[in-house]
C-alpha cells in the first residue's frame, strides 16, 4: 500500500511533470511538484518526502544535484531519475552515487509505478529499522533489567555514584553488563550531553591502542597519512569506557596512569601535550589483585582506577531476574522478528532456571533470540531453545572449593572439549572473543 506516501516530482517540463503527478495521485500518493532544481532544493528542506521522481537533464541545477541534497538530508531516501536515451550513460553514473534506479524515456506508466512501489517499500523498512534500533539502543542505554536484591544493590550504587566525577572500576564475569553499567553511569551523570566511548583493551595491539586512544599526527607510522583524533581527544567532555582493562599491555598501562594523573596526553608522533576533560569508567573480567601479585598489571594504576567500585553477580547468582530478563529479551525480539509470542511455558523457564549461563546475560540473551527465531506459536516452549539448554552440555563448576581461576580453566576446558577443540566455537560458547580466549590459553 503507498496510500498518503509523500513523492517529490521534479522536471522541467509542464506537460511531463503534470503527467507523472496525475498517474500518482490516482495509485494513492501524496504527490508534490517542483518545476526545478532550486524549487526542488526548496521543498526537500522544508518537507520530508519517502520518494524522489527527478528528470535528469534540467537547466540550472540538474537531476545529478537534487540527488547530492536529497542523500544529504537521507542518506536513505531513493531517488529515481528520469531520462532520455542520450543520457542512459549519466544515469549510470548517478546510480553508483546513490540513486535508487532510473526510467528511460519513452516509458510505460506501469513500469514506473512499480519501480516506485518497490523504491518506497525499500524507505519503508529502511525508517522501521533505523527507528527500531534507535529505540533499543535508547532501552539499552537506559534500562538495567532486574529487580533482585543483588541488581537492586547495583543500582543504588550506580545512583550514589553518577554524579561524582571519579574514576570507577566495574567488576565482572563476561557478559553480566559491564558496558551497560557504564552508559548508566555516563547517562546520569553530567556528562550526559557529551560523548560516551567505549573501546576494549584487549582488542588490539598496544601500538594500535596508543593510536585508538591518544590519536596520531601524519607521518607517525606507514600508512599514518593525516591528522587522526584519538577517543580521548573526542570524548573530551565526556565519558571513556576502558573494557577488559585486564588486557592493557604493560607499557601502556604507564602512559593511562599518566592520563589519569593530570589529563595530559600527547598523540603518537607528536610533541606537544595535550589536555582533555574525560571520565574514565573501567572494567574488567578478571581478579586484578591477581594480576598485580603476578606482576601483569600496575599497582598504582590499579588503585588510581578503582576510587569506586561496582561488583556485577553473574547471572548464576540472581537467579529471580532470570523470569524479567526473558520477557524483556522476548519482546524486543518480537519486535525485531515481528513476532507475536506472548508466553514463555513453565517447563521452559525450569530449563532456563537451571542453566548455568556461564556466559551470563549475553547468553541469555542470546539464547531468547535464537528461540524467538525458532518458535511457531504464540508459546515459547523448550522445543525453540538452543541444544545446549536442553541437553545442560555446558554444566558450570559449582563446588565452593573452586577460586575463580580455576572455575574459568575448568569451563574453557568443557566449552573446548563440546566443540572438539575448535577455539572460534568455543569462544562463543563462552561469550567472549576468540582473541581473549587464545590469551586466556596462553596465560
Known amino acids: ?183 548508566l553511569i555516563h ?78 596526553f600527547m598523540r603518537v608522533g607528536g610533541a606537544g601535550e595535550l589536555h582533555a576533560d574525560v571520565r574514565i569508567v573501567a572494567a574488567t573480567n578478571i581478579d586484578l589483585a591477581l594480576e598485580i601479585r603476578e606482576k601483569r598489571f600496575r599497582d598504582d594504576l590499579y588503585y588510581r582506577l578503582k576510587v569506586m567500585t561496582i561488583k556485577l553477580p553473574p547471572l548464576r547468582r540472581r537467579p529471580d531476574d532470570i523470569p524479567e530478563l526473558a520477557y524483556y529479551f522476548l519482546q524486543k525480539y518480537n519486535r525485531l522478528y515481528e513476532k507475536n509470542i506472548n508466553r514463555i511455558q513453565n517447563t521452559t523457564f525450569n530449563l532456563l532456571n537451571d542453566y548455568p549461563w556461564p556466559g551470563n546475560v549475553r547468553e541469555l540473551e542470546n539464547s531468547i533470540s535464537s528461540a524467538v527465531i525458532m518458535a511457531t506459536g504464540s508459546t515459547l516452549t523448550p522445543a525453540s531453545l538452543p541444544e545446549e539448554l536442553k541437553t545442560g552440555a555446558v554444566s558450570f563448576p559449582r563446588a565452593e572449593s573452586l577460586n575463580l581461576q580455576e572455575m574459568e580453566k575448568t569451563l574453557i576446558a568443557k566449552a573446548l572439549d563440546k566443540t572438539n577443540g575448535n577455539k572460534a566455537k568455543a569462544a562463543r560458547l563462552l561469550g567472549i572473543d576468540t582473541s581473549t580466549l587464545w590469551r586466556k590459553l596462553k596465560r
Not at 587522526?228 to 581527544?233: D, M, N, Y
Open 187 to 264: 547517562n546520569s551523570s553530567r556528562r550526559r550531553e557529551r560523548k560516551f566511548l567505549p573501546v576494549n583493551c584487549g582488542g588490539v595491539t598496544e601500538s594500535l591502542l596508543e593510536s585508538e586512544l591518544f590519536g596520531h599526527e601524519p607521518g607517525a607510522f606507514t600508512g599514518a597519512n593525516v591528522m587522526k583524533k584519538g577517543l580521548v581527544e573526542l570524548a573530551d567532555g565526556g565519558t571513556l569506557f576502558l573494557d577488559e582493562i585486564n588486557n592493557m599491555p604493560p607499557m601502556f598501562q604507564a602512559k593511562i596512569l599518566r592520563f589519569l594523573q593530570d589529563q595530559s
Open 1 to 183: 500500500m503507498v496510500e498518503d506516501f509523500p513523492v517529490l516530482i521534479v522536471d522541467d517540463d509542464r506537460r511531463m511533470r503534470e503527467l507523472l503527478a496525475e498517474i500518482f495521485t490516482a495509485h494513492g500518493y501524496r504527490v508534490m511538484c517542483a518545476a526545478d532544481g532550486e524549487e526542488a532544493v526548496r521543498s526537500l528542506s522544508q518537507d520530508r518526502f519517502g520518494l524522489v521522481i527527478t528528470d535528469l537533464q534540467m537547466p540550472q541545477r540538474d537531476g545529478l544535484g537534487i540527488l547530492q541534497h536529497a542523500l544529504s538530508i537521507d542518506s536513505e531516501l531513493p531517488v529515481i531519475l528520469i531520462t532520455g536515451h542520450g543520457s542512459v550513460d549519466s544515469a549510470i553514473a548517478a546510480m553508483k552515487q546513490g540513486a535508487y534506479d532510473y526510467i528511460e524515456k519513452p516509458f510505460d506508466p506501469e513500469e514506473l509505478l512499480l519501480v516506485a512501489e518497490r523504491a518506497a517499500s525499500h524507505y519503508r523498512l529502511s525508517c522501521r529499522a533505523r527507528e527500531l534500533h534507535e529505540t533499543l539502543e535508547k532501552v539499552r542505554a537506559h534500562e538495567l533489567i532486574g529487580s533482585g536484591p543483588q541488581m537492586a544493590k547495583v543500582k543504588k550504587l550506580v545512583a550514589q555514584i553518577a554524579s561524582l566525577d571519579v574514576s570507577i572500576l566495574i567488576q565482572g564475569e563476561t557478559g553480566t553488563g559491564k558496558e551497560l553499567v557504564a552508559r
